[in-house]
């Protein structure tokens, strides 16, 4: 079966939603975010429909909302399709719509404000299906959307490093959560401490670590030794200040391979959690408080026997 990649995309903006000065200043209490649709064909024909969002104070961040695929072999010619509605401000709510035109699919963006839907104007351009990478996402162009309030915070991503408004650690309290990109992956494949430990069953190490300091690599090799042993324990590594991301990768898969390795390279985590120096480790109990640092070079019976103290 050929590969089958969309083909026409198409953007939805409001034509008369809110007023914009000539010099594109907001109303006041208002807020602009652009939008655009994103779709990506699988290999299997199916189309996934997102919206792609950008608030100036927010950042960027993908919403697809439910009632989002579209099978191309059966979906029927010249009939639009929509997803589910998803709320991104005040009585504000936009969903994603398509169709197909033989091997076209025609893309769109809805939007409803104060429960009125707004006119739609839509562009579109076609792709040879044939020609298609399958599972690569394609953008649609940018368009502008004026609010009158400002968008849902809690529908963007964190930014990356410690969380908002973390205290500072302090033993026998819960560990301060942060968020981080992997060391091994690209800037917007992050991970965060609080989500790690949901899916583990045991107690949590967490190392700060750089290539050019001593006793790294025995102490890399320690931990995956002890997360071979105990599959219940979670090791994540935290490479900071490095300044060759390579050297830090090549180190990792070497002596490291049974952590999770992130990287804070600017050290925003680093000193929210005090370290002197590295490699420092952070003993945290099943249940997410902080109990004790393991500073330099340790041996693995040390290392043990403060993870048994508070299991």
Known sequence: MRVLLLAVVGIAVLATMLPRTDAGAQTT???????????????????????????????????????????????????????????????MSLWVRAQRNGDLLDLGVGAMLDGESRGLRRSSWTWNWADAVPDR??????????????????????????????????????????????????????????????RADGATLVVFWSSWAPYVTDTLGVLTGLTSVDPDLLAIGVNVYDAS???????????????????????????HYRIDGVPEIFVIDDDGVWREVIRGAAPVTEIRAAIDRFR
């Open 29 to 91: 209490g208002s807020s602009v975010v652009e939008v655009n649709a994103v779709v990506r064909v699988q290999a299997d024909g199916v189309a996934e429909l997102c919206l792609d969002l950008r608030d100036p104070a927010l950042g960027e961040t993908r919403l697809c909302p439910q009632r989002r695929f579209l099978n191309l072999h059966n979906a029927p010619e010249g009939q639009w399709r929509r997803s589910r509605s998803v709320f991104i401000g005040p009585e």
């Open 137 to 198: 996402w394609v953008r649609t162009s940018v368009v502008e959307i004026e609010l009158p309030g400002p968008t849902h915070p809690e529908l963007w991503d964190p930014p990356p490093g410690i969380e908002l408004n973390a205290r500072r650690l302090q033993i026998d309290e819960q560990a301060p959560n942060f968020r981080l990109p992997l060391l091994d992956g690209s800037s917007d494949d992050m991970r965060s401490l609080q989500a790690e430990r949901s």
């Open 245 to 271: 991301t390579n050297t830090a990768r090549r180190m990792a898969s070497a002596y490291g391979s049974g952590l999770l390795h992130l990287v804070d390279r600017e050290g925003v985590v680093a000193e």
